[in-house]
């Protein structure tokens, strides 16, 4: 009986206590686009961030990208903002945002709708 608490406990801390980007992106209130060392986008509309976290928050990362299945590119950040603090960062290999990066390696972004590409065209930004 003891052994079913403590993996009730350690499951618990595992899910319970987790949270999920959008709850901690529902309080950004800016977000920049930067290509290299360029802020190519400042982004500060209300309905506009609300979108990119929604379209983040359900995107997923997918399968590892071979390093020699890809060039390596300037560096395309999406930098999320809470009171002129950068509470998250998105790193994608150049303007490809369907290659994201994680802990120095390259992964396949998986979007359920339209990807930050889409969504960025689609609104005509800067």
């Excluded at 360029?38 to 990119?52: A, F, K, L, W």
């Excluded at 303007?95 to 994201?100: A, G, I």
């Amino acid at each position: 009986m003891k052994k079913v608490g403590v993996l009730m406990f350690i499951l618990f801390l595992l899910v319970g206590c987790k949270k999920r980007e959008s709850d901690f992106l529902s309080s950004v209130n800016v977000v920049k686009i930067r290509f290299g060392e360029e802020v190519i986008s400042t982004i500060n509309d209300p309905s506009y961030v609300s979108q990119i976290v929604d379209i983040l928050s359900t995107a997923k990362k997918g399968k590892l990208v071979r390093e020699d299945s890809y060039v390596l590119s300037d560096t395309l950040v999406y930098e999320f903002y809470e009171n002129n603090q950068v509470v998250y960062t998105v790193l994608f290999n150049g303007e490809d945002t369907m290659r994201v990066f994680d802990g120095g390696l390259c992964f396949e972004m998986e979007y359920e709708g339209i990807s930050l590409a889409d969504w960025y065209e689609m609104v005509n930004l800067p």
